[in-house]
């Protein structure tokens, strides 16, 4: 399973903040541009994803039970 999240940058292009996993990419970007407006000195984004197999999906749900 696929999980994305976007990475706020500075003006150099470093990543300064990681922003909340999302479902799917174009919902990070959505985010991402919100923070940007909202926090001038913000530059950019990148959207990166990440794969989430069963055995640590289970695990978090064992933990709120």
Known sequence: MKIYFALITDYLGKPVLQ????A?????????????DRVPPACGFTICKK??????????????A
């Open 51 to 64: 794969y989430v197999d069963a055995k640590e999906i289970a695990k978090l749900l064992n933990q709120g």
């Open 19 to 22: 922003l909340a996993y999302t």
């Open 24 to 36: 799917t990419a174009k919902h990070s970007a959505f985010l991402a541009q919100e923070y940007i």
